[in-house]
DNA sequence: GATGAATGAGGCTTCATTCAT
DNA sequence: CATGAATGAAGCCTCATTCAT
């Protein structure tokens, strides 16, 4: 992908100092991620100057460029880092989804009580900075919603089976695992970049999922 | 509109040609508007500079500042237009919510089967060029979100009081109304914006007030 | 000098209505004068927008070039006009010097007491806001400071007859001349434009025609 | 200078290359201010755009605003720049004034005929074309009159005691102070800018603080 | 005579990216 | 590998002036 790092990957056994320059250079890489995040979801994307975060870093403005190819470079990066944590959180969790829907209850407080509070950063930059930035970046976003879809839609989909049910058609179950992203969007986008309710978090985390839950028993009806 | 051309405002009879003045300015607002509108949606709100924008509007870049006041002040003014459109025909719908839950049903009909079809613009703008632009255009944009979750709040309030139950409390029933917004929202946005399905627009919308509806109903047993 | 002004200048006897009209003219320039002297004095030259001073006059832009050539016109007729007022005090004041000084005091006291506490505008523009603007304007400052130069001028040369003296060139009284009205210049910066001492002026004034009275003094002994 | 570029500033010591560095920094400043200089005082201060500023010192208009915060601030680091020169020049023989008067007559030898000459520039940017501009211009200009009229004063001040006189007010002394800057304020602009008379110069120079120190020498008889 | 909408050249400034050292 | 000075295209906006009504 990359011609600088092939190095790297012709997996020769490397010596210590070489070692020691990859830890390096991945710790430096997360450093100028950090200071991208913050200032991205601090001050928005645009006005989030590369001299700024090149400055945040505490290093220069070429050592930028030798870590990420350009500015949305960036802004992708961290937006696949995102998709990354929240897939690991939710997606494992609607993957336990069974019958019992615990599953599901669990994906919403992990997303409200735990990811919510804790990366309110990356929820400024998923939802907000990333947003209608240019064709690549929205590739991406739409990317990691389709996963994340997907991830709720197949758990959706097992409970019905359990259920001895079925979707009207792979559209209906498409389209409420989309309406549950969407909610989980427009709350956190609410409570916590508008508002800043974190405490409140829990609560509206739990409201949000009985009216999940209950959307989908409905169906069994 | 603007703070010295309040002649207009002091109602004083206006001569014909004055009138005839009135109504031309109006329809030039109107052409500048409408060619923001589609090159925002277009190509994207930073993309579409100023001079392309007059160029579309077949007038000279010094004549759209004697319209608006500055490029944000053209987002903000489109904003507008489309959440007074939006909560028009979506608000009014809700307003008509009584115990039958027609209206819920309603208002989900006109939004993916009128509003989505013969708008994408506006819903590219209101849902996509206008997220995280700048402090003012974000204040819009969140009034016009508050105002269209109150709208389905008290909808969905008087709901409960005729079915003689409550909701927990207040924040329950704003994070249901939060809640049906957010679906809307990312339903146009995937499949109106990112694929476009305006032919399942229909099957779509019936899922989705399906969905809310079961999830409202479950309220009451 | 202009081709509508001819019109009048051929004195035909006018009619009562002409007559009016001419009158109406002369009012209307001179409100026009009016507000671009507030404007100028208060916000500068380069702030103060056509459409600004035309607000301020209660006229059209249009208008505006009705009675003024463009912006330049209207700062060179202003300062013509302040010129002309303080030639008719100090010009009128210096000629009656003789050899008791008592004209060359009159006209500091005239200007330090009367002029600057009542034209503070008229001193702004003369002194700060035509500074520099095009060589037109300059080329009417000079005149005007030549014109005042050559009063105090020959007003020295007077009194200096009288004592039955003679300067040592012509150069010497004109660059007396010059630092005197360098000195009352820079004393009405100071005391009227930088800090608003006005209650201080005839003070200063005072101190002012001391200083420069002994300095003349001194060429007789 | 910048606010992040500090690294200098806690006088580690540099590399060679890195002192080379910082020498061509202040050598193409050097460059850009004595273009700007050269157009403000040629052209005017508006009339010299950005552009042609970066046209005449060889560098690029992004370079322009490494090196400057904006257009006011390139006159005022020119303003600042003449008036620490014209201080350094004038304020050090003002200092050495006693009883015999030859600091004050020294300092209008060296404005005359050393200064005037020597930086017609300086001359046109501090009289001209600084004045008026904006606030903040305003403010620097103001402040090197102030500095400068203080070292007269302090001057004239001392040779009172030394004399065993004493000044009617502090008032007094500082308007002989201003007025002493404002003579030759307005002498430099007739016999400099508005004529090109620097070989008279030397005469004027002596005209005028003979006037001077006969108006000085008056307070003691 | 008066109006005010329209013009468009020109100004200042920003900033992602490059490259010699 | 790191640096940071340099680039220059491109953007937004202002405003004196004109002219059809």
Chains 1, 2, 3, 4 share one sequence.
Not at 39 to 55: C, N, P, R, T
Not at 131 to 140: F, I, L, P, W, Y
Not at 161 to 189: C, K
Request: with cysteine.
């Amino acid at each position: 992908m990359n011609k600088k790092k092939n190095k790297q990957e012709t997996k020769a056994p490397l010596s210590k100092s070489a070692l020691r320059r990859q830890r390096e250079r991945e710790q430096r890489l997360k450093t100028i991620l950090g200071a991208a995040q913050t200032l991205f979801a601090g001050e928005g994307y645009h006005k989030a100057s590369m001299e700024k975060i090149a400055d945040t870093a505490e290093v220069s403005v070429g050592t930028l460029y030798f870590y990420i190819k350009n500015k949305e470079d960036l802004l992708v990066k961290l937006l696949d880092q995102i998709g990354f944590d929240l897939r690991n959180m939710l997606g494992s969790a609607f993957k336990t989804t069974d019958v019992s829907l615990t599953g599901i209850r669990e994906a919403g407080r992990i997303f409200f009580e735990e990811f919510c509070p804790n990366n309110p950063e990356s929820i400024a930059i998923f939802f907000r900075e990333s947003v209608g930035q240019s064709e690549v970046v929205e590739a991406h976003r739409k990317n990691i919603f389709d996963k994340l879809i997907n991830d709720v839609c197949q758990a959706l989909i097992r409970v019905c089976e359990n259920q001895g049910t079925r979707f009207q058609s792979n559209l209906s179950a498409e389209v409420m695992a989309t309406s549950i992203m969407g909610m989980f969007e427009r709350l956190a986008y609410q409570y916590l970049i508008w508002q800043d309710r974190s405490e409140d978090l829990k609560t509206i985390g739990q409201d949000a999922v009985d009216f999940i839950i209950g959307g989908i028993e409905n169906l069994f009806r």
